[in-house]
Structures are given as structure tokens and as C-alpha cells.
């Protein structure tokens, strides 16, 4: 068993390391290139476009809600624009749970239409997904960590009709940097934050032969446009692993999101801010 995990580490290591090399060493114009033996690469320019609409439910027991609505974009190997398709339609309600110190719990589902896109390679799905998360937030001076944990489960028929059920465990560590407020300031209680993620999937070997999923960079700035309303913009990079377990497809490109808090909030971190283009 010690001998399977050590080989199981150093494939996952591996890939992680073949990433940062990859994704800071080599031109992302250069659609499809060799990595490691037996590994191809392919640079997918992406976009995320969301918006989100948190509000009270039951205030004495500390139960909230909110509804995500993304939009993804992409380009394909040989097409630069991140606009050119539309990967995916996303509507995700959450119940969410704040009885504890420094600590959240999310139950959501997950409605991902995902739109062929036969330059990518990419099939028709419709994808559900059942969630659950758990996030621990740790006070700083001028700032916060965070890390999360999301267990969820995709239902969906795959290119071929068969039915697959794949559970996929997911962990995220992410820093907050509070900016200073000047005595007239523009946007309110305005932040730079940056997370990594990484994901694992566990499917049937002849759908998908790897663990590894997706590892995932991101970097925003976050700010208050009044009271009730939280704009976020940034960048995402991120690698993931083709159920072939021979195609590494790395996304890059821009991000944004709107949320909207029906009770005021004086910081919005985006601690939860989902990335969709998996």
C-alpha cells in the first residue's frame, strides 16, 4: 500500500510541477506542444462571467442562501479569443449554514449545460452536480486566510450515452490582502486575493484512468460598489487532465463577477468564488 501512494504522489507531483513549467516557460500562442513523454499540451484561452445573489433565510439559525449564475467562454487551440464559444450555462443555488466561528457549510446544487464545441473537442453534456463545502476562514492583520474543502458528485451522459456518476474532492487555499481606504474613497474595503486548487476525480478507469483533475491559479482584486453590491476581476489559469489521461488542456483569461448582498456587508472577500471551466 506505502509503495502505491508513494508512486500515486510522484505522478501528481509530477504534473503539478510539469504546470508551473509549462504555463510560465512556454508561449501560449504555440496551440499544441509535447510536455513530459506521453503528454500533449494545449493552451485554451477562457473567460468567467457571474453573477450572484446572496440573501437571509433564517436568521435565528444562522441559514443563508444564495444563487450563482455563470457564464463561461473559451477560445479553442488554434482561436485566441476567449469569447469565441460558450463552454457552459451555470445556474447553482446554495443553503449555507454560519453558526460557527471563523467557519461556513454549503450544501448546493449545480445545473452546467455544457455546449459543443467541436474545434475543442468538446461534446454536448448536461451535467448536475450535488455539493458539499466547507470553509475556515483565519483573521490577520491587514488581511485573512482561508481554506476550503468541497466534496461533489457529477451526474451526466457522457459523448457515448453511458450514464457516469464521478465523485471529485476538491481543496482550496487562498490569502487575503485588505488595501488601505483613502479618506474619499471610490470603492469600499477593496482587496487583492489569490487562491490555488487543486482537484481529483474518482471514476470508473474506463471513463477516466487518472485521479488527478484540474490544479487551478487565480488572482482578483475585489471591492465594494456600494453597500449591498461586490465587483471582482481578475485572471484564472489552470491545467486539467483530459479523461484520455494524455491531453493536458491549460485555460487562461480573464474573470469577473457581481454579487449582490441583501443584507450589507462591509467585506466581500469572494472566498467561494466558483471558476467553471472544467
Given at each position: ?36 513523454p506521453?503528454y500533449?499540451?494545449?493552451f485554451?484561452?477562457a ?49 449555507i449554514?454560519s453558526?460557527?466561528?471563523?467557519m461556513?457549510?454549503?450544501v ?23 455539493i ?6 483565519q ?36 490569502v ?38 484540474i ?27 483530459r479523461?484520455?489521461?494524455?491531453q ?31
Amino acid at each position: 500500500m506505502r509503495s502505491i501512494n508513494i508512486r500515486f504522489g510522484k505522478k501528481i507531483i509530477s504534473k503539478i510541477a510539469c504546470f508551473f513549467i509549462i504555463f510560465w516557460g512556454l508561449n501560449p500562442t504555440d496551440a499544441i506542444s509535447q510536455s513530459e513523454p506521453g503528454y500533449e499540451i494545449g493552451f485554451i484561452p477562457a473567460s468567467i462571467s457571474e453573477i450572484d445573489v446572496a440573501f437571509p433565510l433564517m436568521e435565528k439559525w444562522k441559514i443563508s442562501g444564495q444563487v450563482d449564475v455563470q457564464l463561461v467562454t473559451q477560445g479553442a487551440y488554434s482561436n485566441s479569443n476567449p469569447y469565441a464559444y460558450v463552454q457552459r450555462f451555470v445556474v447553482r443555488p446554495w443553503l449555507i449554514y454560519s453558526g460557527f466561528k471563523h467557519m461556513k457549510f454549503y450544501v448546493g446544487y449545480a445545473r452546467n449545460k455544457k455546449y459543443e464545441i467541436e474545434e475543442a473537442g468538446n461534446p454536448e453534456i448536461l451535467e448536475r452536480r450535488l455539493i458539499l463545502m466547507g470553509t475556515y476562514m483565519q483573521k490577520m492583520p491587514k488581511g485573512s486566510l482561508f481554506e476550503q474543502v468541497r466534496f461533489e458528485t457529477k451526474f451526466f451522459d457522457d459523448k457515448n450515452g453511458i450514464k457516469r456518476i464521478i465523485p471529485r474532492l476538491r481543496g482550496r487555499f487562498g490569502v487575503n490582502h485588505y488595501l488601505n481606504q483613502g479618506d474619499n474613497p471610490i470603492f469600499l474595503s477593496h482587496n487583492i486575493s489569490y487562491y490555488t486548487e487543486i482537484m481529483f476525480k474518482f471514476a470508473s478507469k474506463d471513463y477516466a484512468p487518472d485521479r488527478f483533475d484540474i490544479l487551478r491559479q487565480s488572482v482578483y482584486y475585489s471591492a465594494g460598489l456600494t453597500d449591498n453590491l461586490t465587483v471582482l476581476t481578475g485572471i484564472i489559469a489552470q491545467m486539467q487532465l483530459r479523461s484520455n489521461g494524455s491531453q493536458f488542456d491549460v485555460y487562461y483569461g480573464p474573470t469577473i463577477a457581481l454579487k449582490w448582498n441583501f443584507q450589507p456587508k462591509i467585506r466581500e472577500t469572494f472566498d467561494m468564488v466558483n471558476s467553471g471551466n472544467d
